[in-house]
């Protein structure tokens, strides 16, 4: 299983973007993903997550209500979009496939990662 992530940059506080994230083989709608981020010196944290069809989305607390994480099946791709962006969010943002159906929200239950995308949020 391969993880592609895109779409990250640099953005004025106040600011958007949405991540993708593209996933090689046949059964992305098996498995429940996630988004994960890490900024420098400090350890990789959760950020969102989504049942395989979807149905079930869960946030990590500073993120609800402004990013919204969602998924296409037929397109085999996973996104993150991110609304009212400030300087805390500032990191690598990682996506993952979980190791079962479920929304997972700890680390330890992904089991495939891609190589991380970098958002930066200038104030």
């Known amino acids: 299983v391969q993880l592609q992530a895109s779409g990250g940059g640099l953005v004025q506080a106040g600011g958007s973007l949405r991540l993708s994230c593209g996933a090689s083989g046949r059964t992305f709608s098996h498995y429940g993903m996630g988004w994960f981020r890490q900024a420098p010196g400090k350890e990789r944290e959760f950020v969102a997550a989504i049942s395989h069809s979807g149905g079930d989305t869960y946030y990590e607390d500073s993120v609800k209500g402004r990013f919204t994480i969602s998924r296409d099946n037929a397109k085999n791709t996973l996104y993150l979009q991110m609304n009212s962006l400030n300087p805390g969010d500032t990191a690598v943002y990682y996506c993952?496939?979980?190791?079962?159906?479920?929304?997972?929200?700890?680390?330890?239950?992904?089991?495939?990662w891609g190589q991380g995308t970098q958002v930066t949020v200038s104030s």
């Open positions: 993952a496939r979980a190791q079962r159906g479920w929304a997972a929200l700890v680390i330890n239950q992904y089991e495939y």
